[in-house]
């Protein structure tokens, strides 16, 4: 098998019959394909969409049925696992992201040999002033405190070979933050620019809520940065207390001065008291991903799986 293209799908019952028409168009018969769809709980008609697609194409077209709804790092994941091909995309169904740059990809992996991955990033988008400007201040701070480099922009629409695709599902954690992966397990990348469609059909499910907690999960989990900040926090107010106490106390005996005391207690005791909650709660965070990972809980539950071998 050449190429496989792996599509996590979420309520995309409008897109997905376009998705395999496009990409049989742009693929035809230059190389042998597989598309496996990963069905992660929608609430639509998308399962049926899908088996219909297997019917008419059953020789390649895969379908994994989720359970419930495991996240999209969870459908990523399924799919890497079933995809056979020599490279392997990762891309979405609404069409943002067009099956005809993943196959540029491929033709970049064929001529290019000393290179193992092509990932898109989005020069430019289409998203308001303060969207962008967030996703820019999340990209400097994890630069910033993180080990490994991650690009500007890059998504998660990218071409590997196999044996990037091996190294990212040997990593097994739980909380999972592909871009993180992608980065950590190093690989030589060449990134190219892209701009996104518009989706042909539904609407995005990536709310600035979602957004700041991804982009937390991120940090979370390829850095130890934030404690770091406990410890150096931490520090700086012993340090402080100390002179402030040095400064009182020479201000009571060498010059009799009363130092007001109500106000400064209450101030001093919210001031450290929040902190103290916001640093147990930094804590708490790596301890709940502990806690959790230690369940070795599986990624994801598939409910069905559909190919060509499992109806031989």
């Not at 598309?35 to 019917?55: I, Y």
């Not at 809520?209 to 991120?218: E, H, I, S, T, V």
């Not at 020479?250 to 008291?273: C, E, H, M, R, S």
């Not at 230690?294 to 190919?307: L, T």
Request: a neutral charge; glycine letters at 6%; proline letters at 3%.
């Amino acid at each position: 098998m050449k190429w496989s293209l792996v599509v996590p799908c979420y309520n995309e019952e409008n897109n997905v019959r376009r998705f395999m028409e496009i990409c049989r168009e742009a693929i035809g018969d230059s190389m042998s394909y597989e598309v496996v769809f990963v069905n992660d709980g929608s609430r639509d008609n998308t399962w049926q969409k899908l088996k219909a697609l297997h019917e008419a194409y059953p020789q390649c077209v895969k379908l994994i049925n989720f359970a419930r709804n495991f996240g999209k790092e969870a459908a990523m994941y399924a799919g890497l696992q079933r995809a056979e091909g020599d490279y392997v995309t990762v891309i979405d169904a609404d069409l943002q992201q067009r099956p005809e740059i993943a196959l540029d990809m491929v033709r970049f992996l064929d001529a290019n040999p000393d290179y193992d991955c092509v990932a898109a990033y989005q020069d430019t988008r289409r998203e308001n002033k303060f969207i962008s400007l967030c996703k820019k201040m999340f990209y400097k701070l994890i630069n910033a405190a993180c080990e490994i480099d991650f690009k500007a922009g890059a998504s998660d629409f990218r071409t590997m070979r196999k044996t990037m695709v091996e190294a990212v599902l040997s990593m097994r954690e739980y909380h999972r933050f592909s871009k993180g992966i992608f980065a950590w397990v190093g690989f030589n990348t060449h990134y190219v620019p892209y701009v996104a469609d518009e989706r042909l059909s539904g609407k995005s499910t990536w709310s600035f809520k979602k957004l700041c907690k991804y982009a937390f999960d991120g940090i979370i989990s390829f850095t130890i940065f934030p404690l770091h900040i406990a410890t150096v926090v931490g520090t700086v107010m012993s340090i402080g207390a100390l002179l402030y106490g040095i400064v009182v106390l020479v201000q009571k005996l060498a010059f009799g001065i009363d130092v007001p005391g109500y106000t400064t207690i209450v101030l001093l005791i919210l001031l450290i008291g929040g902190l103290q909650m916001i640093m147990l709660g930094i804590i708490g965070e790596y301890i709940a991903r502990i806690y959790i990972q230690g369940k070795h809980r599986p990624v994801f539950v598939a409910k069905e799986y559909i190919d060509s071998k499992t109806e031989e």
